[in-house]
């Protein structure tokens, strides 16, 4: 199925677009951005030349994702969240060749508003609630909220919060069964679907 593209968006000559990707009103896609298939970019959208989203990635409206962003399979970008470029911007001063790279791992979440400083990886299926400020590294499975966000639990694929656990511990989604090892300051999928 070829991409569905609504007619006011732009789509610079060059951009390259999966099949079964919806575009919805006032995208702008530039010229250099490769998006996967099966992805789906909200009204109000901006994707940059310097720009890569995988596979079935859903943007929400008002996102706009800058040069130096990498956006892997399955994730999830809430209603008007934020991402940077450039670390000390000056309205005064170009810092184009300075922009800080921003990785998303596969299956994160990033919630409603919240906004994500460049520079930072965020780890696959890590869930960063609405508002919150991540300004450093987060490890995978990690939930952040606040701000600046701090770890306030795990979550699994299924994206349901892990009960509590003790640190070099196991712990079982009661959703869908996965289990996870806590340990190091770090969560590990063991099994599970």
């Not at 490769?34 to 909200?42: A, D, F, Y």
């Not at 800058?66 to 399979?73: F, G, I, K, N, S």
């Not at 299926?125 to 966000?149: E, H, I, K, Q």
Request: net charge positive; with cysteine; aromatic share 6%.
């Amino acid at each position: 199925m070829p991409a569905m593209i609504h007619p006011s968006a732009i789509v610079d000559e060059g951009a390259i677009i999966g099949e079964g990707t919806h575009v919805w009103h006032w995208v702008h896609v530039c010229a250099g951005a490769r998006i996967g298939e099966k992805c789906s970019l909200g009204q109000n959208v901006f994707v940059g030349n310097d720009v890569v989203i995988g596979n079935n990635v859903k943007i929400q409206n008002n996102v706009s994702v800058y040069d130096a962003v990498r956006l892997e399979d399955n994730v999830f970008c809430g209603p008007s969240m934020v991402f940077t470029n450039v670390f000390n911007p000056r309205s005064e001063i170009a810092r184009k060749s300075e922009y800080r790279p921003t990785m998303v791992r596969q299956g994160a979440t990033l919630g409603a508003n919240c906004t994500i400083v460049c520079g930072t990886t965020i780890g696959e299926y890590a869930f960063v609630g609405a508002g919150a400020v991540v300004s450093r590294d987060v490890p995978a499975f990690a939930l952040m909220t606040g701000v600046p966000a701090r770890r306030a639990g795990w979550m699994c694929r299924c994206g349901v919060k892990l009960p509590k656990a003790a640190e070099n511990s196991e712990v079982c989604c009661p959703a869908c069964g996965s289990r996870y090892a806590l340990k190091s300051g770090r969560c590990e999928l063991l099994s599970g679907k």
